[in-house]
């Protein structure tokens, strides 16, 4: 089991920065996979960004070239530097984390921390 808590939500103006930080309470070295979501008002919950262990990333069209994901094995944390924030980019945005045991795939999340991109 995995337990995931996000932080550096906030509002920030349109092309400004923030960096979300998801600290993971085990070894996040043999995780398949993690990633961040994303949730607004009214919509589906979608992918933003995903990093898996052996580092390979993949991106949604939306964020490709203003997002970045990165992991920090030693410290249990995976990143996502959000650059050139945008009015739609604002939603609670949630860590995940993919755990493979044998067969099976058992998901995780955090509880969700809020972006508000606004002037």
């Known amino acids: 089991q995995v337990q995931l808590v996000e932080s550096g939500g906030g509002l920030v103006q349109p092309g400004g920065s923030l960096r979300l930080s998801c600290a993971a309470s085990?070894?996040?070295?043999?995780?398949?996979?993690m990633g961040w979501y994303r949730q607004a008002p009214g919509k589906q919950r979608e992918l933003v960004a995903a990093?898996?262990?052996?580092?390979?990333?993949n991106y949604s069209d939306s964020v490709k070239g203003r997002f970045t994901i990165s992991r920090d094995n030693a410290k249990n944390t995976v990143y996502l530097q959000m650059n050139s924030l945008k009015p739609e980019d604002t939603a609670v945005y949630y860590c995940?984390?993919?755990?493979?045991?044998?067969?099976?795939?058992?998901?995780?999340w955090g509880q969700g921390t809020q972006v508000t991109v606004s002037s």
């Open positions: 990093i898996t262990s052996g580092g390979r990333t």
């Open positions: 995940n984390a993919v755990v493979v045991v044998g067969p099976g795939e058992y998901a995780y």
């Open positions: 085990r070894s996040i070295f043999s995780i398949y996979a």
